[in-house]
């Protein structure tokens, strides 16, 4: 294990984030907020600072390979340290007085859950809700390159499977070149960003929130600049928009990419696909039914409120165009639902992921087919190929640990008094990386509440949550750190 | 498959159970219930007459040896049949009016659940009373003897496992002799029967009410005679007369029997027993300890009414000694997670159950392990044995089942208008066969406000939990019924 490596490391990503800090130091004197400028320069004019010598004093060390372990740190570490350094300008602001507030909020951002802790948005300087988006977008773009090009070879939760999804236009090339594989998947979400930003623009969103809410889409983050989120807006064209960019956020990039390059017919083959899509056409459809019976008279009112909030709690994003909690029962019971499936692998989505879904769902069938024919063999294929039983194994050990961290959560989270529906909901919407749930933290309600150790906690359980929750929990195992 | 064994088999277990219900005939007349005592004599004679008649056609067929689908048919087929055995004197009786009602009571007495449509249980006839308890106590049986002997012969669900656990007095003499180990444990759970029995007794309670408090206490199933099931005696010593056996009930009864041959050392050993105990240990203290901060000030109040409650929902057995809604919400989500954990695998107890839930949390550690050393071999033991990977395999496929058939049943229970939490709490106390739950299911209410097809449902699920799931749903495959 090498922790200098491991901060090297960080410090040029924080050189990164730093660059995109700047943008918001241009938004603010845009808009005349030259308070927040000034907060935002000097934030990043000090880091620059104490990193640029952190770099120069650790140049000269010898730089052996990062092993394994380094791995692990960096993941982590990075997210800890970069979420620590991106609520500064919250704290430092006023916008956010609290310190434990301003954290939860960045680290909220960065792994695109979008739970929030503010109360009033709209009276917010614009330089600081864009900033607050941004994290959505960077640690959106974060989280794909990680699941697509680094956890992968460290093997995290059965996520080798989406190495063997993600070959490329040559199955040797894309892969374990990380540099390229993230270049091409940067063109494409930054190509996303364009188009959805110039879509919400046409719809009359001015540009600045059609930046943002662009952010809070494709990142399937949900911060949004309104206190009502895109109820605000109240137009059926801008929910279908951010419907579509929503559901295509959900998608594994890569597969965005081969769509792009021309095979386009290989995605029929998808297995993860096709279960996410038909997942979110019939939790869709069973809604709009539902909706347009009781609460809609008008079906493509039904199906628009309907889809959206599917897209919404199945990617993990997190918008609300309606209050689904006034929405009769058994449609609040299929979002509930929801929020145990998430994204597909490769996506910004959080959740369970659909991929891990079906693997259990297909092995639940075979051990079935055991139980008849004990002596056959039945392989489990995903996309036409046959799954190894170390991947189902490690896919075993993540739901189980899923469903344990969410009951814990749950647990933690009525010791504030919290009641237990309220608690299930908190939990699966952090670890999950949704953002609102049910009753206390419903979709016209927030985060403030909580106290702050509980604040704490969830924190955590985002960032678990987000990477994919070995990443984080082996750094707590006695024999991560035995030499 | 051969179908006319299966129910030859049935037939005779029908016998059996026909002897038990005519102990019901002398309770009826023994409190001047003539009615009833007519009523049980008559269904006893009719369905002795029509098995007779079946066994004796049937008789001269030849009975090649039964098959491990006949295992499974068998297995689901008896208790469908008996419940609906059981449920004519409820329904003939005008006890219960309504036959899916009738069916739905004695559904959840033969499969130890305890959940009850009745609103108004102490008018009711004794005769009556006892026999919704035999139930209780006919299933409980019925499911050692299945866990211990039958289903680990099928392969069910990893309780291959159970078998690793039972070698008994000689490894090989107890496990595969189906008749020698259901004598056993038949004597250790009448032996029970009646300590328990004499014990309650002490406590002031009558004869017939002793012996229907043991039925629901040893089959860990729940059925009270009074509405206000064991609040209504008040009395300290009842209450912890009962949370001593729950406990000894939700325990393997293959360890009474060691514990009663003097191999009681061997115990100390056992996995899965250590984790039942420090379970219930752990939650006892914590909800003893909410308890006594903000309800009861005399600490041996809060420990009497943690401890029963605990046992109650952890060995699934759903007596209630105090209304839990009205404590604090952290006490009630311990509650909550106990629904997920269930009695040890051989009790009579339901729920997951205690040794699955060790193995995967061994298995997520394990996981852990690979990340560090992905070469390394980490072999996951259980008492000290090591576990194979396909056994670890089967529980996997086991849990995500568990966990899915859960959310699918809070669906459906939801679109008759339920809210979410009454809804997954309904899907934890039937698949799991607890009883009561929270909400509109929770200790001061019952089931009798469902609409039918949710109570048929319902009735499907504490089947299906009770049998482990895999054997009631490998019913449900083409391939099972393909020659």
């Given at each position: ?238 929910d ?51 909706l347009?019976?009781?609460?809609y008279?008008?079906?493509?009112d039904a199906l628009r409120y309907s889809a959206f909030q ?11 165009s309606d ?161």
């Open positions: 294990m090498n922790p200098k490596i491991v901060l090297r490391i960080i410090s040029y990503l924080l050189l990164i984030v730093c660059v995109f800090m700047l943008t918001a130091v241009v938004v603010a004197i845009f808009f005349n907020e030259l308070e927040e400028a000034k907060i935002f320069a000097a934030v990043v004019g000090v880091t620059v600072f104490i990193v640029g010598s952190f770099l120069f004093w650790t140049r000269s060390s010898s730089q052996p390979h990062p092993s394994f372990k380094d791995g692990f740190l960096f993941v982590t570490g990075s997210w800890v340290i970069v979420a620590l350094f991106g609520a500064l300008p919250f704290y430092f602001s006023g916008a956010i007085p609290s310190f434990c507030d301003a954290y939860f909020e960045t680290i909220s951002g960065f792994t695109t859950t979008g739970a929030s802790i503010l109360t009033e948005i709209q009276s917010l300087p614009r330089s600081i809700l864009y900033w607050r988006s941004l994290t959505h977008w960077l640690g959106g773009m974060g989280i794909v390159v990680l699941t697509v090009a680094i956890l992968p070879l460290l093997g995290v939760g059965g996520l080798q499977l989406v190495k063997a999804e993600a070959p490329g236009p040559t199955v040797d090339k894309i892969t374990p070149r990380i540099a390229e594989t993230a270049k091409y998947l940067w063109y494409i979400y930054l190509g996303m960003t364009v188009v959805e930003t110039l879509l919400l623009m046409c719809g009359g969103m001015d540009f600045l929130d059609s930046l943002i809410h662009t952010f809070g889409t494709l990142a399937t983050g949900g911060f949004s600049t309104k206190n009502g989120s895109i109820e605000h807006f109240n137009s059926a064209y801008i279908w928009v951010i419907t579509f960019f929503m559901v295509a956020a959900g998608m594994n990039f890569v597969l965005h990419f081969r769509l792009l390059t021309g095979q386009g017919r290989s995605l029929l083959k998808n297995s993860e696909l096709k279960a996410y899509l038909l997942i979110f056409v019939t939790a869709t459809l069973m809604i709009a039914w539902i347009n019976l009781q609460v008279p008008a079906f493509k599917v897209a919404s709690i199945l990617t993990t994003t997190g918008f609300v209050n689904y909690e006034a929405w009769p029962h058994v449609a609040q019971a299929i979002l509930f639902l929801l929020m145990f499936v998430g994204g597909c692998s490769g996506s910004t989505g959080g959740g369970i992921k659909v991929i891990r879904l079906v693997t259990l769902f297909k092995q639940a069938i075979n051990e079935m087919k055991y139980l008849i024919h004990p002596k056959a063999i039945f392989p489990l294929r995903l996309s036409g190929r046959v799954v190894s039983k170390n991947i189902v194994y490690a896919i075993s050990g993540f739901f189980f640990l899923y469903i344990t961290i969410l009951l814990l959560v749950t647990l933690a989270v009525c010791l504030s008094g919290v009641d237990l529906l309220s608690a299930l909901a908190t939990a699966l919407a952090t670890v999950g990386n949704i953002g609102p749930g049910f009753g206390l933290v419903g979709p016209t309600k927030n985060y403030a509440h909580f106290a702050d150790p509980i604040k704490w906690l969830l924190s955590f359980a985002m960032l678990a949550g987000r990477l994919e929750l070995y990443t984080v929990l082996v750094l707590f195992t006695p024999i991560f750190w035995k030499r």
